[in-house]
């Protein structure tokens, strides 16, 4: 049974720093894409970052440069590094575990940025 399970969401104030982990259990892990994923209220999901098998990162504009992807294979988790957070960027954050056609989705975290 696949399982991802984020943590790590929680309120902060506007330029303050969380880092949202997700770990992974029922796939070989390193041979997985993941992704953090965010929906807002009224909005449709968006991606936010993405880390392939090999190391190489993806990331959504609106985050560049404050947002850090990283994964740990040895321990079969992928977390998200969020600095300087803006009121903005208050949403539910989703792990995401892509392999060929199967994808795997945790539960959501969520993140709340205070003005």
């Known amino acids: 049974q696949v399982q991802l399970v984020e943590s790590g969401g929680g309120l902060v104030q506007g330029g303050g720093s969380l880092r949202l982990s997700c770990a992974a259990s029922?796939?070989?892990?390193?041979?997985?894409?993941m992704g953090w994923y965010r929906q807002a209220p009224g909005k449709q999901r968006e991606s936010v970052a993405v880390i392939f098998s090999g190391g190489s990162t993806k990331y959504a504009d609106s985050v560049k440069g404050r947002f850090t992807i990283s994964r740990d294979n040895a321990k079969n988790t992928v977390y998200l590094q969020m600095n300087s957070l803006k009121p903005e960027d208050t949403a539910v954050y989703y792990c995401n575990g892509v392999r060929g056609p199967n994808i795997y989705w945790g539960q959501g975290t969520q993140v709340t940025v205070s003005s």
């Open positions: 029922g796939i070989i892990f390193s041979i997985h894409a």
